[in-house]
């Protein structure tokens, strides 16, 4: 983020510190992509983070929006404010009801050169990987304020320019980092412009939602998330700080659970009782197929089972 994205000088010094305890108290989404360099070194090549703000928050913010929007929220999370971001019980009660407002805080690459052959490659790797982590949530509505290099991206992606800001026209009542782009604006999408929007488009494919059938628990989420990964029970166990067993137990309650709600799904097509370990890893590899393709199973929803 620091790269592109003009920062107060103490912030930038504390954004590491911020940023792990906003992504510890699941107030923030977001991930990595990495490639490899000339070298064949693994090498980040492109980065996003999002949060979730308070309908009264995205109400005022749409009234009178100000430059350096990431600047500001994460200034009130350095002073302790990490409320201003939901957390996961609060993105829940959006999931079941009115719908969630989104502000997408960041997206770096390299290059930032949208329109050479590297950029574009790198864009075309962040289309479904923006969609793999915003997919599945009740969305109302996802707002950006970006400078100006990013309205080429900000447009292609779906989002609709909502206001231009000129920091030289109109100078901001508030401070913003020296380096802050000039001109700015403010790019914005809601659930109502989903129907005149082609559906190709990344922004608008992650309004379309369905209810979770399954309602897994918190620990059930977890687990799915690093198995869809492609982590071994071994790997999941050491990322999650259990035992073997507690993977295993845990398995074995998501096992019982898809077949008291959705019996096919694991059920379809098993047959014999000589292959035991076969149709565990079978079932296994039915759940994590459906969820992959249905996120709403892994995010946050109120009276979830458990």
Known sequence: MRKVTSLDDKLNRKLPEVMERLLDEDR????LIEDYDATGERTVVAATFSGFVTPEFQQRYLEKPWPCLTNWLLMRCLEGETDIFLDRATQAQGNLGRGLDL?????????????SAEGRRIMTVFFPFFLSIHRGYNLNSMFVEAG?????????????????LDLERDPPSE????????????YYFQREMVADTPPSTPVSAVFTYLPPRFRF????????????????????AGTLDVSRDAVKQTWRSIYDHVIQVMPDLVERGQ????????????????????????????????????
């Open 28 to 31: 923030l989404i977001g991930g």
């Open 103 to 115: 502000v997408m805080l960041d997206y770096i690459q390299t290059p930032m050169d949208f329109t």
């Open 148 to 164: 100006s290099v990013y309205e080429q991206m900000a447009l292609s992606a779906g989002f609709r320019l909502y206001k231009s």
């Open 175 to 186: 401070p913003v980092p020296p380096s802050a782009l000039k001109t700015r604006g403010v």
């Open 217 to 236: 628990t918190a620990g059930e989420q977890r687990m799915l998330l690093r198995a869809i990964d492609g982590l071994t029970d071994e790997e999941i």
């Open 271 to 306: 047959v014999g009782a000589s292959a035991e370990g076969g149709r565990g890893q079978e079932k296994r590899r039915r759940i994590v197929a459906y969820v992959r393709d249905n996120a709403q199973e892994l995010r946050p929803h109120y009276l979830r089972r458990g």
